[in-house]
């Protein structure tokens, strides 16, 4: 078995590697996205960056690209990404073999990341495994019986659009009462303000576009605000994974996205709720975990499915 | 392949049929379950029934049991059940297996329904399937990838139990805003009840004991706080549905259960429901539909799963 390209297309950044079959990284690098330029002359600067750093590795076979949004896999179709402004119904697939000379598969950026860390991380050996994605959005991928779920119509995973509280808060997605509208990374800043409206003199209350990242600094240095936005929202994603847990039974949740940097100040909470909320204890053998991964589990998680592409659902 | 019994243990009732590879029932009863005699007694008068009627049945290779409960099917033991008082941590699989003489697989009865749903009935054919109970208490089987998903405790497809409402009503299970305490059948007659109060001369309202069956007969002579009481009830039951396929993405939903009786006055408002709460069209390829095996859905899933008792997981 050769090497195989991984690719993660972010609203931001493109991360991109050289991998081997046991997930060893030979070349790492990332690009701006620029979306704005098009699918093709993004996936064109793309297969410029693999040109530059491919020397010396001769047996490249396969690219595994994640992307955010909503992909058929199936198709090699990215349908929309709310991240990526006018790129609708692109057959990203063909688009990347075409350039890249060489068999694509592609797949929703969540479900990549939740492979990666079943394969790698977290999710090691795990047979039935959740890795949720905390972050403007939340999302999940799901390894079920040692496989990539996709479901039906490949959208399996959508935790973050799980009802949580019936005509509660207005989410993103036009609903009411949605999960990600209390844990979304906006959620956990809009939460923190309005605590510091009731406390004058916190520390926090003079950073301008107060971030998820400064509330977790400060819970770190003991700001109590900061603590209690934290558990809070550990409070609300408790029963948000319960709801998974009850439905699906996994053996261990992976937390990983860039929420989950505040580590075990978001997980404790949660682990507490989710003990509160569950309806037996049978479901505590869950294990409640970090991913390992970090930015780097979409890009590997896209090429160790291109890896063992025939696991298709 | 020679012949099973198939048993679904319920609080009341024990039924009983001899099945055939292809689903065929050739003999079928029904006989007390009579729980207080405690789980060795019943299990003899079972066999004492399959002795009567399995003249002229040459071939009979395994026994398969549903039961209501937190059953591991892995052990064979039934931990516990509300609808049988006192059977906690009963070795169910060894006992049958003892008392027949055959090898015996048990499980969880909504489990044993969506199996037989997925072999027989509503689901077959499909890959990813989620069959609904609704009664007293609301569970579900997942069929995933064309496999019963038990999940890691074996206690997958707790669909009731998943929460739609943050500090919402009180729930049997002891937590709040569960499902089930929005559509259980006891919470199906406290609505009606409730709006029984604020109409007089409703046909209803004189009803001793109502039951849903009564709700549903008086929605079907056009009853309008009968109709209205069943639409409610669908719109949190489309909420709860949204939830599991925002999650599992299944091809197919089969609804059954006492409950399900009430067909499209619950359905069809349960269907607008999930179009209303469902996060993106894609997800509208889900057909809600209702079971098709009646109440002999467990009894013949677990025959079923007796002869596919490879399909383990």
């Known amino acids: 078995m050769g090497f195989v390209y991984g ?3 972010g609203g931001t950044n493109i991360k ?10 030979v070349k790492e690098g990332m690009i ?11 996936t064109a600067r793309i297969s410029k960056w693999f040109d530059s750093c491919k020397k010396n590795i001769p047996d490249i ?28 119904n692109v057959e990203l697939g063909k688009l990347f073999s075409e350039e890249l000379n ?5 797949d929703n950026d969540a479900n990549c990341a939740a492979y990666g860390e079943f394969r790698l991380g977290a999710g090691k050996g795990v047979k039935h495994f959740i890795c949720v994605t905390l972050g403007t959005g939340v999302g999940a991928g799901l390894i079920i019986n040692g496989r990539l779920h996709r479901g039906f119509s490949g959208q399996a995973g959508e935790i973050g659009h799980t009802l949580i509280k019936v005509e509660g808060r207005l989410c993103g997605c036009g609903n009411r009462g949605c999960l990600e509208a209390y844990i979304g990374s906006s959620a956990i800043v809009e939460r923190a303000k309005k605590m510091l409206e009731q406390e004058s003199g ?5 950073v301008e576009q107060l971030s998820v990242k400064d509330i977790t600094k400060a819970a770190e240095d003991g700001n109590e605000i900061a603590i209690r936005t934290l558990e809070k929202t550990g409070w609300y994603f408790g029963i948000g994974l319960v709801n998974a847990v009850h439905i699906i039974n996994p053996e261990v949740i992976a937390v990983g996205g860039g929420v989950s940097g505040a580590g075990d100040l978001i997980l404790n909470p949660t682990r507490e709720s989710f003990a509160e909320h569950v309806m037996n204890d049978i479901f505590l053998d869950v294990r409640i975990v970090t991913a390992q991964l ?15 592409h025939k696991q298709e659902d």
Do not use: H
């Not at 701006?32 to 993004?42: C, D, N, Q, S």
């Not at 198709?75 to 790129?87: D, M, T, Y």
């Open 294 to 308: 970090g930015n780097k589990a979409s890009f590997l998680g896209a090429a160790m499915l291109a890896f063992d």
């Open 7 to 9: 690719i993660d297309i």
């Open 61 to 88: 076979d396969r690219v595994g690209v994640g992307c955010a949004g909503l992909v058929d896999s199936k198709k090699g179709i990215l349908f929309s990404s709310p991240n990526l402004p006018g790129w609708s």
């Open 32 to 42: 701006p996205t620029g979306a704005e330029e098009g699918p093709r002359a993004v």
């Open 102 to 106: 060489l068999p694509a598969i592609i």
């Open 16 to 25: 991109l590697g050289i991998v081997d079959s046991g997930g060893g990284v």
């Open 202 to 206: 916190n520390s926090l209350a003079g």
